[in-house]
């Protein structure tokens, strides 16, 4: 059995951040607050900028100009996998307990380790366009029999096609931005006219989503045996939705104000190199994809979820939700061949989101939609409280991270609260 | 009678861009290839990084560092309405036949004064957003009676809210940008299982967009009687649309691929304070809109609009719809107090088009789909050709202009031709 790798900086077995991770952010700090890269490991960041102006990072084919001393990854991910791999080994070279370049100078570890709870989390990318699927079997089905019965619960695109539609690029947030509930047109009741007010049905959306690395030029699609080249590493996503104002306004151009106001993201872009790993066979598909989409040896990852609630009134949170980025039945490859296969063009920095992550049993459904059965059976929380939607100044954590053994590679969170409306 | 402005540059009464006008766009030259702001007078193009070097624009209000010698607008697009037009005044000014600051300097002249065939005009703005809205009563009810039948041919929720969509910000394209035909998923018979190859049904919409200046934060919607203070100024818009692609995928999330692989829009945008003078009372609407859209005294603009086709074979292009943007049901105002009343914020450089603009005749529809109603009433074209929808090699191009006294303040043209898929 070979030797774990293990760095010089402690890190819990079940610390989202060890060495195996190495997952990319942008933070500032109060003493310095200009927005720069850093990676994660164990409780600190260690500053790319610092490291780079320091010449530490030579023999990573990196470019004479700044990479890491930038308020977005965009100049990083535009380099591609090669370059991502050098630095990846480089960084946990640097950080390795066998090492003592960085482990022993006081001096350099004061100025490049920067403990986690002295930073600021920023958004780590500059995002061109966000793309939102619908992947999820599971989640198309239940929202299918909801609203259409379980007869038409599947629309006839859905096991062709990986369906998706665009989202607001702009109102995309970092974990830790408090949510004002929207104020929209709803109609609750038919007969009646439509009225105006904050949502009632405030909900999340447990999702994943990925950043393009290299983008591709207006019609040329890029392969879905060669998709991953393209990718950069991925995210956790919460796209908060009202369901009122989506139900009245979505007909029939798809969801706008009720998924626009705000849609969160973790701060940490975990890479493909560190979910390598946690890859499993990819759900088996009926009927077979077309050839555009078709990979026989396709794959997905392991990647364990988690979504908790807290109300204001609460001690702590609840956990209401335990699903796994492995239940999707289209995979990443097969998203990024779709969305390009038109000639649409991918640029540096553009998400793609998996759309609600809902598994087999009633405890993995991903958004409040499902597990309520449109609020048909409220939550139980803590302190006898109960939920059917949001209510104002709740608080939604999701979690996610792959088991290793003995480690986690972890996505770490992504929390927001929802304000009243104003 | 007032005498009308004039510049020591001849424009004749046809040309889009008399002294009234003064649009933006961004340029380079063969000689100088470093892409600039400039402004459109008659066959000219004035260089406003040279304009601005040289000192010319003080008094403006404009920043100590460049706000024109950039390859987008969006520096300048921010500083608001009343730098706009302190530079516009100033603009006229420089170029009146009264003033021979420029006039009787042929060094200066050189130096600033490009002539427009000299130019290559590039995308005028860094993209943040585009939403497409569906403002015209006329269109959506065609597509209502062809899709859905006479009863049902307007959504419910139609009439009480402008209904829009997010679209793909980064395929934006200028004008003279050839389009790749896409290829995606059809099913054009619903007995059989989908088939994959090129659209069979390519369209274009005729459309204007309108771009963000001053951005809005998150959570505080833009009044609607405010609205016109966030918005710099107007371009025409291809909305280039596979309708086979999108009959398929729309459902439930609305259109993507049919719609993502480019959109085309014209290089001049022609702002808000040169459109003044062709405000018209906007359309009756019935039932009254809800308070946050309602604005008593709105408006709109009297821009004719015209769509040409020209195929490979034919010699010159042929006129197939004749609209206007004043026929639209919902205004720019009206639209972007809709999009932010969620709470969702504007980013400088976001762009809102209007929907296909279709009239009450038959030769004003805004699309293909339209003038031959699905396909089932070919249109004329000469040379004995016609058209369901657009052959490999056609052009569609589009033009805008309001008609003053004895000059136009014109949008150019948005022009592109479809190549056949790869």
């Excluded at 989101?353 to 958004?367: L, R, W």
Aim: glycine share 8%; hydrophobic share 35%; with cysteine.
């Amino acid at each position: 059995m070979s030797q774990k790798p293990k760095s010089f900086i402690e890190v819990d077995s079940e610390n989202h951040f060890p060495i195996q991770n190495l997952p990319y952010g942008v933070f500032r700090t109060v003493k310095n607050p200009k927005p720069r890269v850093g990676v994660a490991i164990g409780d600190f960041v260690l500053d790319l900028s610092e490291v780079e102006r320091r010449r530490m990072l030579s023999g990573c084919d990196l470019p004479q100009s700044p990479v890491f001393d930038k308020s977005a990854l965009n100049t990083f991910m535009k380099l591609g996998r090669p370059v991502w791999r050098k630095v990846r080994r480089r960084l946990q070279e640097l950080l390795s307990a066998e090492n003592p370049e960085l482990r022993d100078s006081d001096g350099l570890k004061t100025e490049c380790l920067i403990p986690m709870a002295e930073t600021v989390m920023l958004l780590p990318v500059e995002i061109g366009d966000y793309t939102d699927f619908y992947s999820s079997k599971e989640h198309a089905t239940n929202v299918g029999i909801m609203f259409r019965g379980k007869d038409n619960a599947l629309m006839p695109n859905w096991l062709h096609l990986p369906v998706a539609y665009h989202g607001r690029a702009g109102s995309v947030v970092v974990s830790g931005t408090d949510i004002r509930r929207p104020k929209g047109q709803t109609r609750p009741d038919d007969s009646r006219p439509p009225r105006f007010g904050p949502s009632r049905l405030m909900d999340f959306e447990l999702e994943l989503g990925f950043f393009i690395g290299p983008g591709s030029e207006p019609g040329e699609p890029v392969p879905v045996d060669r998709a991953d080249e393209h990718i950069f590493g991925m995210v956790l996503v919460n796209d908060w939705s009202a369901r009122d104002i989506q139900k009245w306004e979505y007909q029939p151009l798809g969801p706008f104000l009720a998924k626009n106001f705000a849609t969160s993201i973790s701060p940490w872009i975990v890479t493909l190199e560190a979910l390598e790993p946690f890859r499993v066979p990819a759900v088996a598909q009926d009927p077979e994809p077309m050839p555009y989409l078709s990979r026989p040896d396709d794959w997905t990852y392991d990647i364990q979820l988690q979504v908790s609630m807290q109300g204001a009134n609460m001690v702590r949170e609840k956990i209401i939700c335990r699903s796994n980025f492995r239940y999707l039945y289209w995979t990443i490859n097969q998203q990024l061949a779709h969305h390009t296969v038109s000639g649409c063009n991918m640029r540096t920095g553009d998400m793609l989101a998996s759309g609600t992550i809902s598994g087999p049993t009633e405890d993995s459904y991903g958004s409040l939609l499902e597990l309520t059965w449109r609020g048909s059976k409220p939550i139980q929380l803590a302190e006898g409280e109960e939920r059917k939607f949001i209510a104002d100044y709740d608080r939604i954590t999701m979690r996610g991270w792959c088991e290793g053994d003995g480690y986690r590679v972890g996505f770490g969170e992504v929390t927001g609260k929802i304000l009243p409306a104003e």
